[in-house]
């Protein structure tokens, strides 16, 4: 059984952000926190968003 992806959009940003950070690999949810920057009015390639993840350190 495949297991079942969280909804990403019932997360906080916080949320999500750390979701990608453990899962870096899923383009869903990588899409997911692109999509809720861009309706923020924040720009930049999905590549310029992942190098930021990795400066970031947790909370």
Request: no cysteine; charged share 30%.
């Amino acid at each position: 059984m495949i297991p079942q992806k969280p909804n990403f959009d019932q997360m906080t940003t916080k949320q999500l952000r750390a979701y990608i950070l453990a899962h870096r690999d899923d383009e869903d949810a990588i899409h997911a926190m692109a999509m809720r920057l861009q309706n923020e009015g924040k720009t930049g390639t999905v590549d310029e968003f992942l190098e930021h993840l990795k400066q970031q350190t947790p909370e």
